[in-house]
T-cell receptor
Framework: GENVEQHPSTLSVQEGDSAVIKCTYS??????FPWYKQELGKRPQLIID?????GEKKDQRIAVTLNKTAKHFSLHITETQPEDSAVYFC????????????FGRGTQLTVWP | DVKVTQSSRYLVKRTGEKVFLECVQD?????MFWYRQDPGLGLRLIYF???????EKGDIPEGYSVSREKKERFSLILESASTNQTSMYLC??????????????FGPGTRLTVL
């Protein structure tokens, strides 16, 4: 099956700085890459996703890039704010109708004021 | 708004007990999932179901079973709870888009402690 690796496991940045989280995947058939954010004590929620026919997608301060050749994708957060502090999970899907996602192990992002 | 609920937020059980965790979704989703979340290990898939009475093993099914008798309800069963099953359990549901781009909606989680 698919294997998704995520780095770093923890990331600390100063408010206003940028944060980048990187993921690699193993199955070249994967074609959908969502990112979930889990705030402390809350449930994971989708924040952005990208399909394999797109190289980059942006939504306000967050963006995701995909390099299919290298099989890696990244989450970029600009102008970080304390409320960005959370655990972020990347995931990959091979497009099965069963809807299974393969998750990375998560990155604990801490934004210091 | 999609709503996924879980029967308990916190649960304390004894070793050897049979434990039922229930998940209900109100959006007529076909797919439902059970994960366990442990620090540093992320979200690990235990079982999932793509239709009533249908189930598939995830990555860590040992020691667990599931039941899906109705579309909206997906139960996780620990036949004989052990201390290494102490964890946060998250349920999720999604509706197949046919392209595999399905957003999973998570429940609030059940923190299970096995003593």
């Amino acid at each position: 099956g698919e294997n998704v690796e995520q780095h770093p496991s923890t990331l600390s940045v100063q408010e206003g700085d940028s944060a980048v989280i990187k993921c690699t995947y193993s199955d070249s058939a994967s074609n959908y890459f969502p990112w979930y954010k889990q705030e402390l004590g809350k449930r994971p929620q989708l924040i952005i996703d990208i399909r394999s026919n797109v190289g980059e997608k942006k939504d306000q301060r967050i963006a995701v890039t995909l390099n299919k050749t290298a099989k890696h994708f990244s989450l970029h957060i600009t102008e970080t704010q304390p409320e960005d502090s959370a655990v972020y999970f990347c995931a990959a899907s091979i497009g099965s109708t069963l809807g299974r996602l393969y998750f990375g192990r998560g990155t604990q992002l801490t934004v210091w004021p | 708004d999609v709503k996924v609920t879980q029967s308990s937020r916190y649960l304390v059980k004894r070793t050897g007990e049979k434990v039922f965790l229930e998940c209900v979704q109100d959006m007529d989703h076909e797919n439902m999932f059970w994960y366990r979340q442990d620090p540093g290990l992320g979200l690990r898939l235990i079982y999932f179901s793509y239709d009533v009475k249908m189930k598939e093993k995830g990555d860590i099914p040992e020691g667990y079973s599931v039941s899906r008798e109705k579309k909206e309800r997906f139960s996780l069963i620990l036949e004989s709870a052990s201390t290494n099953q102490t964890s946060m359990y998250l349920c999720a549901s999604s509706s197949p888009s046919g392209r595999g781009t399905d957003t999973q909606y998570f429940g609030p989680g059940t923190r299970l402690t096995v003593l």
